[in-house]
C-alpha cells in the first residue's frame, strides 16, 4: 500500500468518524429535545384537563360503589383542541372519549395501570393501522385522596416523527457526500504533497540509469518538509559528485605520476639488463665505463623508488585522514624551539634544491614563545612542507623568512617567500591533491602535488588552518594557524601525553 493511499485514508477516516459522531450527537440531541418538549406539553394538557374534571364532579355525588367495586363518574365534559383526551377508570376501561379523538383505537400498555394506581404519570408510544405515531400520556386523577381514575392524552407525533426521518437522511447523505469529497481532496492533497518524492525517486533513478550525477531535484517550495528533503538530497549529490571527481582526479593523477618513475626504472633495469649480457672478455668493453652506468642506473632506480615510496606514504596519510584514522599523539609542544628546528633543515633543504646553501637567504622574523597541544612530528612535517615549497618555488638571491606570533589564542607560524607567487584563481586548488601551480618545476624538483593537502589535513587535526596570501612575481606568505595552550590547563595537558585521537 503506498503512503498516498495510505493518507488519503486515514484522512477519510478520521474526517468520517468525526463526521458520524457529530451527526449521531446533533440527531440524539434534536430527537431527546423533541420528545421532552412533546412530553411536557402532553403532560401539562392532561394535568389542566385532570384538574377542570376534578372542578366539575366535587360538588356531585362522584363516586357509587357496586359489588363489582365500580366507580361511576357523573356527566363531565373534556375540551381538547389539538390532542384527543379520554377518561379511564381504575379498570382501564374508557368512560369518556373527547370528539376530536374519533374512533382511533388506543392500545392498552402493560404497567401503565401500575404506574396510576401508584399515583404516577406514564407515557408511550403507538403507532396507527394507518401508518401515524401518537404519544399517549396518562396523568391520575385524584379526588379525595384517593385514584379514581386517569385522563389520558393523545396526541399525534407523526409530523415530528417526520421531521426527525427527514434530518437523519440528511445528516446521512451529508456525512456521505462530505466522506466521498473528503477521500477525492484527500487524494488531490496527498498526491500534490507527495509529487516531490515522485521527483526525487525519479531524480535518483535517472542518476542510477544514466551515472549522471549532475542531475538535481528541482523543487520551488523549499521552506516545506519535503523541499528541505530535496535540498538535502542536492547538497549529498553535490558532495558525492564531488568526491567521484576527486576520486577519478586522483586515480588519473596516481596513473600519470606513477607511470613516469616505473618508466625510468624500467628503462634502466633493461639498459643493466643489456650490459649484463655482453661478454665480459670482449676488448672493445671499458669496465670502467660499464661500472660507472651501472652506479648511474643505480641510482636512478633508487631515487625512482624512494619518490614512488613517498607518495604511496603520503596518500596512506590522506587516506587515513579521509576515514578519520589519522593517528595523532598529543602533547605540549614548545613551537619556538621547533620552529629552530625546521629553521635549521631549511638550510639544508636549500643545499639540496639549490646546489648551495647561500642561494636563498633564510631569516627569522618575529619569535614569541608559545605552547601548543599537538603532535611534534606532525606540526614538523607541515612546517617542512611549507619551508620546502618555499624553497622550490624561490629564486636564487629570494628570501623566506620564517615567523612565530602568539596573540588572541593563536600561535600563527608564519613562512614567507619572495617568490613566483600564486594567482588568486589558482589559490582556491592549491590544496587540492596533485594540484601544482608550475608542473613543469614541480617535475623538476619531484614533488607530486600532495604537501599542501597534507599540510592542511595536519593542521585540521589540531583543530587549526593554514591560510594562504599571495600575489604573483612578489611572494606568497603561508601562515599556520593553532590553537594556543593554555598554562591553566598545563596539568590535564600533560595527561594527554600519548593519548591518540583518531
Sequence with gaps: MTIRLRLTLWYTALLGTTLILFSVTVYSSLAANLRSQLEQSA???ARNIADAVIQQVQGDVVVIRTSADTVFFPQVELFASSFGAQLIDINGEVVKRSENLGDIPIPKQDGTLQHILAGDDDHYYFISQD????????????????????????????????????????????????????AIVGAFLARRALAPIDTITETAST???????????????????????????????????????????????????LRTPLTTIQGNVELMQRMAATPVGNGNIDLKAVAGLFQESLGEVQAESERMNKMISDLLLLA?????????????VEMDTLLLDVYRQARRLVERYKGRTDALDIRLGSEDQAVVLGDRDRLHQ?????????????????????????????????VADTGIGI????????????????????????????????????????????????????????????????????????????????
Design 382 to 414: 607541515v612546517l617542512v612542507n611549507l619551508v620546502e615549497n618555499a624553497v622550490k618555488y624561490t629564486p636564487e638571491g629570494g628570501t623566506i623568512t620564517l615567523s612565530l606570533e602568539n596573540k588572541d589564542g593563536w600561535v600563527k607560524i608564519g
Design 131 to 182: 401508518g401515524d405515531a401518537f404519544l399517549v400520556y396518562t396523568v391520575p386523577l385524584v379526588i379525595n385522596s384517593e385514584v379514581v381514575g386517569a385522563i389520558q392524552i393523545i396526541q399525534s407525533v407523526t409530523t415530528a416523527v417526520t421531521a426527525l426521518t427527514q434530518v437523519n437522511r440528511y445528516l446521512i447523505l451529508g456525512t456521505a457526500i462530505s466522506i466521498i469529497l473528503a
Design 207 to 257: 542518476i542510477t540509469r544514466t551515472r549522471d550525477l549532475g542531475n538535481r531535484i528541482d523543487i520551488p517550495d523549499n521552506a516545506s518538509e519535503v523541499g528541505r528533503l530535496a535540498g538535502t538530497f542536492n547538497d549529498m549529490l553535490d558532495r558525492i559528485q564531488r568526491l567521484f571527481q576527486a576520486q577519478e582526479r586522483l586515480i588519473g593523477d596516481v596513473s600519470h605520476e
Design 320 to 332: 587515513q585522514a579521509d576515514s578519520g584514522a589519522l593517528q595523532i599523539h598529543m602533547a605540549p
Design 43 to 45: 403532560a401539562t394538557q
Design 423 to 502: 594567482s588568486m584563481e589558482q589559490q582556491e586548488f592549491i590544496f587540492e591533491r596533485f594540484y601544482r601551480t608550475d608542473k613543469a618545476r614541480s617535475r623538476e624538483f619531484g614533488g607530486s602535488g600532495l604537501g599542501l593537502s597534507i599540510a592542511l589535513r595536519i593542521a585540521q587535526a589540531h583543530n587549526g588552518k593554514i591560510t594562504v596570501a599571495s600575489k604573483l612575481q612578489e611572494g606568497s606568505t603561508f601562515t599556520l594557524w593553532l590553537p594556543e595552550a593554555h598554562e591553566a590547563s598545563g596539568d590535564a595537558q600533560l595527561d594527554l601525553k600519548n593519548t591518540v585521537i583518531v
